[in-house]
């Protein structure tokens, strides 16, 4: 790996509970000024690699650093350049917002206040209420509002968005943390795991797709976008025979309509649709989301 702008490095991580490998043998690199997208299905492996990371789980085998160093050794040099938003969160039930607030804000180094303001009054929260009568959406909200006023390094979000209504949530991904970034964007950097991938597509520099525990597939955003193609055709008569494509990712057939999904393999498809009797013909870029919605077929791709 080049270490030279690496903000997250894994290499061959395993982290085991009892005999099943939650992750295992995964590696991947982080770089500088990029929003990095870590997706997988529910026990994939993505909390267990974001808690090894953050030194709240110990790897079995494989190394681990952030900013250079290791979790372990240097924990304190590590987490006081970073903010974390895990999954569910908790406050002490005694604290109001702006208490906990200034908790938070004691550790650190830097807090910027007006970020804080303003998001007290965009999230409509009030600083004087209690956070044992915060919502589980509002408990998130005062979560990140902690995470983004020290303007950290690295902002590292474990579904981050949990709870959130969807107005809030557009906003939080589009304003919020686009502004994070736009703030310092060589310097800053956010590694995200969500469910939610269509709402940060906009954002996504780079993925990881896993599937127990392993990497499944890596790739730029707009690399992935301009290799995965979604195309459709209508043939002016049906075919007497199912279609034969070669280079075919999927491919569903009804009637007259056909519709491929290409993996890299979109001129090759094109050229031998064109040899039957085509009146219709669109080719698009899957998103994201759709990537990882095929996430079964990509057990094809051979990288």
Same mark, same amino acid.
Request: glycine share 8%.
């Given at each position: 790996?080049?270490?030279?702008?690496?903000?997250?490095?894994? #290499?061959?991580?395993?982290?085991?509970?009892?005999?099943?490998?939650?992750?295992?043998?995964?590696?991947?690199?982080?770089? @500088?000024?990029?929003?990095?997208?870590?997706?997988?299905?529910?026990?994939?492996?993505?909390?267990?690699?974001?808690?090894?990371?953050?030194?709240?789980?110990?790897?079995?085998?494989?190394?681990?650093?952030?900013?250079?160093?290791?979790?372990?050794?240097?924990?304190?040099?590590?987490?006081?350049?970073?903010?974390?938003?895990?999954?569910?969160?908790?406050?002490?039930?005694?604290?109001?917002?702006?208490?906990?607030?200034?908790?938070?804000?004691?550790?650190?180094?830097?807090?910027?206040?007006?970020?804080?303001?303003?998001?007290?009054?965009?999230? #409509? /929260?009030?600083?004087?209420?209690?956070?044992?009568?915060?919502?589980?959406? #509002?408990?998130? #909200?005062?979560?990140?509002?902690?995470?983004?006023?020290?303007?950290?390094?690295?902002?590292?979000?474990?579904?981050?968005?949990?709870?959130?209504?969807?107005?809030?949530?557009?906003?939080?991904?589009?304003?919020?943390?686009?502004?994070?970034?736009?703030?310092?964007?060589?310097?800053?950097?956010?590694?995200?795991?969500?469910?939610?991938?269509?709402?940060?597509?906009?954002?996504?520099?780079?993925?990881?797709?896993?599937?127990?525990?392993?990497?499944? /597939?890596?790739?730029?955003?707009?690399? @992935?976008?301009?290799?995965?193609? *979604?195309?459709?055709?209508?043939?002016?008569?049906?075919? *007497?025979?199912?279609?034969?494509?070669?280079?075919?990712?999927?491919?569903?057939?009804?009637?007259?309509?056909?519709?491929?999904?290409?993996?890299?393999?979109?001129?090759?498809?094109?050229?031998?649709?064109?040899?039957?009797?085509?009146?219709?013909?669109?080719?698009?870029?899957?998103?994201?989301?759709?990537?990882?919605? @095929?996430?079964?077929?990509?057990?094809?791709?051979?990288?």
């Amino acid at each position: 790996m080049n270490t030279d702008s690496s903000i997250i490095e894994i #290499q061959n991580l395993t982290r085991r509970y009892g005999k099943h490998d939650a992750v295992n043998g995964l590696s991947l690199n982080v770089r @500088a000024g990029r929003c990095y997208g870590f997706f997988g299905r529910n026990g994939a492996g993505k909390t267990t690699t974001i808690k090894c990371l953050l030194n709240l789980l110990r790897p079995d085998s494989g190394g681990v650093r952030v900013f250079g160093l290791d979790p372990q050794r240097d924990e304190v040099a590590v987490k006081s350049r970073l903010a974390y938003v895990p999954d569910a969160v908790a406050f002490y039930p005694w604290m109001t917002v702006s208490g906990t607030l200034e908790y938070l804000a004691s550790f650190r180094r830097h807090w910027n206040r007006d970020i804080e303001n303003d998001l007290l009054n965009r999230f #409509q /929260l009030d600083p004087a209420k209690k956070t044992t009568s915060l919502s589980k959406g #509002q408990r998130t #909200q005062l979560a990140l509002i902690g995470a983004i006023c020290p303007e950290p390094e690295l902002l590292v979000l474990d579904e981050p968005t949990s709870g959130l209504d969807p107005i809030v949530r557009r906003e939080f991904i589009e304003t919020v943390i686009g502004a994070y970034q736009a703030g310092d964007p060589e310097r800053r950097t956010v590694f995200v795991s969500t469910h939610l991938i269509s709402e940060f597509e906009g954002l996504i520099d780079e993925f990881t797709i896993i599937e127990q525990g392993r990497d499944l /597939l890596t790739m730029e955003a707009d690399t @992935a976008r301009d290799r995965f193609k *979604k195309i459709r055709a209508r043939f002016s008569q049906e075919p *007497k025979a199912k279609l034969e494509l070669l280079g075919a990712l999927d491919l569903k057939q009804t009637g007259r309509d056909v519709e491929i999904l290409a993996n890299g393999s979109g001129e090759l498809l094109l050229n031998q649709l064109k040899s039957h009797p085509v009146e219709d013909l669109k080719v698009e870029s899957l998103s994201l989301e759709e990537i990882f919605v @095929a996430s079964d077929l990509l057990k094809k791709v051979k990288k």
